[in-house]
């Protein structure tokens, strides 16, 4: 099974859950999207369908799973097998108190072994290729040596694609919004490592916003992920299939975009219980920074959770943002 890593959108937990993917997927159709952490003792003991069941429409789409049992994650992926993810993805960059109690996500940089150890027991399971993603490191680790000991130690069982936040997480003193923001990036330490590593498929994340340096951190490494911009701003996905996998079909425009969810928002309501908001946070951004775009995020925020509330309501949200102008800004 072949994945084209180019351009993908990070996992993030709260965020990229199955409404925002299939949201996502009417801005650009090749950028690979993953979900929010899935941790196995969920899927193991919880309830599968409820974490792992996504609409195909989202493929290619990865599964990222949080844990540091070689056993039970070679279970999830076990399970995770008859969803037909297109990647299954181990989580060693999440610093949030939660993950590390879990003794999982970041502080994994500390123990390549263990790393190694659970990604060998997911190879053996799953069928989709297994990556991983990382922090360049945490705490007190030097900076380059230790993020090298740890990617050849994973590689040499069996891994061959690692997505690198070009930051480290300090476990200790800072939160993990502050783990986001705080600890300086350094880019320069990725684009070592692929020229060290020519053999491996590295993907670069943190703190990229545009498309322009998403081209300028392709002539470095293999591929690019875009993390909370893809989320606050999406629309900025909608020249990515012609820039990076040379597809020239037109994008939707932002209002195509938006109408092209009424049908999947009408049959959310119908069949799943759910509320109009479960879908159209992830939209809030969608006219970022256009004429009307505070007024369509304070109209879906205020009415989304009223009762009665669908597809009416955001059309009502739509007709407060100038159609002229996204077309114009879409062209």
């Known amino acids: 099974m072949t ?13 990229t859950d199955r409404h925002d993917r299939y949201f996502l997927r009417q801005i650009s159709r090749h950028a690979l999207l993953y979900t929010e952490m899935v941790t196995t003792g969920a899927i193991i003991h919880g309830g599968v369908a409820r ?47 939660r993950v590390q109690n879990g003794a999982f996500g970041a502080c994994l940089m500390a123990t390549p072994d263990v790393v190694a150890n659970c990604v060998k027991a997911m190879i053996g399971t799953s069928d989709a290729p297994v990556t991983v993603k990382n922090r360049i490191g945490i705490d007190d680790q030097e900076d380059y040596p230790s993020l090298k000991r740890f990617v050849e130690t994973v590689a040499d069982a069996g891994c061959r694609t690692f997505i690198v936040h070009a930051r480290k997480a300090w476990l200790n003193g800072l939160s993990p919004k502050e783990n986001r923001e705080v600890p300086p990036l350094k880019y320069d330490l990725v684009y070592q490592l692929k020229q060290e590593l020519p ?7 943190g703190g990229i916003k545009t498309l322009d340096e998403t081209e300028e951190h392709l002539k470095q490494v293999d591929g690019v992920m875009i993390g909370r911009e893809a989320y606050q701003n999406p629309y900025v996905l ?18 195509q975009v938006a109408e092209a969810m009424l049908p999947y928002i009408d ?19 969608l006219f970022q920074q256009m004429r009307g775009a505070k007024q369509w995020r304070r109209y879906l925020s205020e009415n989304a959770h009223r009762k009665g509330a669908g597809v009416d309501t955001v059309r009502e949200a739509l007709a407060l943002v100038s159609k002229e102008d996204a077309e114009a800004l879409s062209a």
């Open 267 to 285: 049959e959310h309501l119908k069949s799943n219980n759910g509320t109009l908001g479960h879908v159209t946070r992830h939209m809030l951004g």
């Open 199 to 205: 053999e491996l498929e590295i993907l670069i994340n």
């Open 238 to 255: 909608s020249d990515v299939d012609r820039r990076f996998y040379g597809d020239d079909t037109k994008p939707l425009s932002r209002h």
């Open 51 to 97: 974490h792992l069941r996504y609409n195909t429409a989202e493929h290619p789409v990865a599964l990222q799973l949080g844990g540091s049992n070689p056993d039970d994650l070679a279970r999830a992926c076990e399970i995770a097998n008859d969803y037909a993810y297109d990647e299954i993805n181990l989580n060693c960059g999440c610093p949030s108190d």
């Open 3 to 15: 994945v084209n890593r180019r351009i993908s959108v990070a996992p993030m937990m709260d965020w």
